[in-house]
């Protein structure tokens, strides 16, 4: 459990970055949507929607949706670095006692 929390604690710190670097670049793509009912991993019917997320979207053209768009982000990257962080404390507490 201690090698997962540490490879989340890696992945989190990735997404940081990457989401800090979109901000200060000032593009953005779209974010991978798990959770809701037009995920990527239902079904779309008959038409493909994974080029969307090759779009990018530029804070000066549309600054609503890339606002939407990197809250995402740095709501996932939060996610995975506050599991990662969890784990590690949980896994060194078992390891205390």
């Not at 200060?24 to 991993?41: I, Y």
């Not at 768009?69 to 060194?92: P, Q």
Request: hydrophobic residues 45%.
């Amino acid at each position: 459990m201690r090698i997962l929390s540490y490879v989340l604690i890696a992945v989190g710190v990735y997404l940081l970055a990457h989401a800090g670097y979109d901000e200060f670049s000032g593009v953005t793509h779209m974010p991978v949507r798990f959770f809701r009912s037009d995920a990527v991993f239902s079904y779309s019917g008959p038409f493909n929607r994974w080029y969307l997320y090759s779009l990018p979207v530029h804070k000066n053209q549309n600054p609503r949706r890339f606002r939407q768009f990197m809250v995402t982000h740095w709501i996932y990257a939060v996610l995975v670095e506050g599991i990662g962080c969890w784990l590690y404390f949980r896994s060194k507490q078992q390891m205390n006692v």
